[in-house]
């Protein structure tokens, strides 16, 4: 465990090295487009034709990247959605022994049970934290 940060800063490192070999070879890779186009056009007008490409190229990768970010926000979906059923099944059986129990509570101590929710209705409505609390653990 006392390796951990050794180990991210290593990792960062080499994330840090990779990135900046991946930018110089980008880098090289439209220098040489640009000496590529310069035996066909003019200097100004292969900057401009290499810069559109380059352009291109990066709408293009950035919509690719979107699709496959879709393709596999729509795969972990369905996913969820098979898992879904025990996950229900689960969660249905939990709140009917939770209900039971909470039934035998109330039938045994009725008076408790009163002052129990007067006492939680109160603290709701008098602590503002409290109710955003409940309301954000109640929606998610």
């Given amino acids: 465990m006392r390796d951990l940060p050794i180990r991210i800063a290593i990792a960062a490192a080499a994330l840090l090295v990779v ?15 640009y000496a590529a186009l310069l035996l066909w056009l003019p200097p100004v ?3 401009l034709a290499a810069a559109g490409i380059v352009f291109v190229l990066s709408l ?8 496959l ?6 795969s972990a979906k369905k996913r969820r959605a098979k898992q879904g059923g025990s996950a229900n099944i689960f ?35 008098a602590n503002p934290k409290l109710r955003a609390f409940l309301e954000t653990f ?3």
Avoid: H, M, N, Y
């Fill in 19 to 33: 990135a900046t070999g991946i930018v110089v070879a980008l880098v090289f890779l439209c220098l040489a487009l």
């Fill in 60 to 67: 293009l990768t950035a919509r690719l990247a979107g699709l």
């Fill in 45 to 47: 007008w292969a900057a």
């Fill in 138 to 140: 109640l929606k998610s």
């Fill in 91 to 125: 969660t249905a059986e939990l709140g009917r022994v939770l209900g039971e129990d909470a039934q035998s509570f109330i039938v045994d101590r009725p008076v408790l049970s009163l002052l129990l929710a007067l006492l939680g209705g109160f603290a709701v409505g």
């Fill in 69 to 74: 970010s879709r393709a596999v926000r729509q």
